[in-house]
């Protein structure tokens, strides 16, 4: 029974890192674009829910809305900005999201401190099936995860926009040359991206503490999960997240969270070795 309690908590574990990792494998996956403010997105995406829900008293899908739309809007400013000028330069662009991600963390020191903040719990209470419990919250974010991974799915793959994504992804030059719009495109892409970093940031805020510090923490396992499950591929990613949640979580019912991420770590090491383009490929011609 303890092995199942723990695989069910994992399941919620893999979808708030499925979530974190969506925006990642977008943004570094099919950008090309390595953007150490990942976690900081998170971060802001969880304080514009404090200060949404907490602070203004609104409900708490306002809260992941303004998240979400901080995050883009935070996002597109730094792709038009800064970005733009700096693609095919991975390590200009690494130091250049990494100066951003420190700008962001200082923003939030300056106008909420350091003091931890509480977001209050917007769907309580435990549903308990054969002495297995789980809260009506993680229900809520496995599926909203669920429904944002089909979304991204429909959008990459079947919509115009999606189209011409993939088509930059595999020759840009020839993209622009038949019409397409690809600093627009490179535009929008990265803004949702970013909103994904901030909705992940959103759902995290009523079940862990909101610091200024509590998106690394996921920017490393996000990075974890797009290199496991192929860095080009969003089922990929999503079932990366599945693995490695489940396995955190199931380690660390024996041992201990510290013990179980280093064998996690340890075991992707050999998976990359063997595995160095990920477990799930995207077949291209």
């Known amino acids: 029974m303890s092995v199942l309690q ?21 943004i570094f996956g099919l950008m090309k674009v390595i953007n150490m403010a990942h976690g900081e997105l998170i971060m802001i995406g969880a304080y514009m829910t404090y200060g949404t829900t907490t602070v203004l008293a609104w409900p708490f899908a306002a809260g992941m809305f303004m998240a979400f739309l901080s995050t883009a809007w935070i996002g597109i400013m ?37 003091e931890t903040k509480f977001v209050a719990m917007p ?24 429904l ?17 994504v993939r088509a930059i992804t595999q020759n840009r030059m020839m993209s622009a040359c038949l019409g397409i719009e690809t600093a627009n495109v490179d535009t929008w892409t990265f803004g949702y991206g970013a909103g994904l970093a901030g909705l992940a940031g959103a759902l995290l805020a009523p079940v862990i503490s909101v610091t200024p510090g509590l998106g690394a923490p996921y920017l490393t396992e996000s990075f974890m999960t797009v290199v496991v499950g192929g860095v080009q591929s969003v089922i990929g990613t999503a079932l990366g997240s599945v693995i490695i ?18 064998i996690v770590f340890v075991i992707i090491i050999i998976v990359i070795r063997f595995k160095p383009e990920g477990l799930f490929v995207t077949e291209r011609r």
């Open 148 to 164: 944002l991974l089909f979304f991204t799915l429909y959008l990459f793959k079947y919509t115009n926009f999606g189209k011409k």
């Open 245 to 262: 949640g489940e396995m955190r979580t199931v380690l660390g019912g024996f041992t201990n969270t510290v013990m179980a991420k280093i």
């Open 78 to 114: 730094m792709e038009r900005l800064i970005l733009k000028k700096l693609y095919a330069k991975p390590t200009e662009t690494l130091l250049a999201t990494y100066a951003i991600s420190l700008m962001l963390e200082r923003v939030i020191y300056f106008f909420y401190g350091a």
């Open 6 to 26: 723990n695989f069910v908590s994992g399941l919620n574990v893999s979808a708030l890192l499925m979530v974190a990792a969506l925006g990642l494998v977008v």
């Open 123 to 146: 769907i309580p209470g435990l549903l308990e099936i054969g002495g297995i419990t789980m809260p009506y919250y993680n229900m809520f974010i496995i599926l909203f995860s669920l």
